[in-house]
């Protein structure tokens, strides 16, 4: 009987220690990002005026939102609150074909590649407030 305890304990503790690294590795891909490791980042605000709800950002504009997405930080929430207010998603594509997603989740979610971890308020609050510019192209693929 001890030795399936043990085996049950150990089990328990592998599958943590493997949920935990990857929630850490989720933060330090965005925590290493380089300008130069991208190809495009798009961004999607919800809701949001239809035609206001999209921006495919210039090369040029990487760098703030770089900034941004470097100082991820949080620890990650198993079963996040549904939330009902606003958010912003970047899509970011590497320059090597692979696709992240980094979000704001009503200013109280940080949600990277669909994890959610809590972030603070004044951080969150304080990404880009621009409005986007444009509708979502018809061949956007979430």
Avoid at 11 to 35: K, M, P, Y
Avoid at 39 to 61: K, V
Avoid at 71 to 81: C, L, T
Avoid at 107 to 113: A, G, H, W
Wanted: hydrophobic share 40%; net charge negative; aromatic share 12%.
């Amino acid at each position: 009987m001890k030795k399936f305890i043990t085996l049950g304990i150990a089990f328990l503790l592998v599958l943590v220690t493997l949920t935990g690294c990857d929630s850490h590795e989720r933060i330090l891909w965005a925590q290493n990002l380089s300008v130069n490791d991208i190809e495009r980042i798009e961004a999607i605000r919800m809701p949001s005026n239809e035609n206001e709800r999209y921006r495919n950002f210039e090369q040029t504009e990487f760098a703030r939102i770089v900034e941004i997405i470097n100082n991820a930080k949080g620890e990650q929430v198993e079963n996040p609150e549904l939330l009902a207010g606003g958010g912003i998603t970047f899509y970011i594509t590497m320059l090597d074909g692979t696709r992240h997603t980094f979000g704001n989740n009503g200013n109280v979610y940080l949600v990277i590649d669909g994890v959610s971890f809590n972030a603070s308020y004044d951080w969150l609050s304080s990404w880009l407030d621009e409005p986007l510019n444009s509708r979502v192209p018809d061949d956007f693929e979430y």
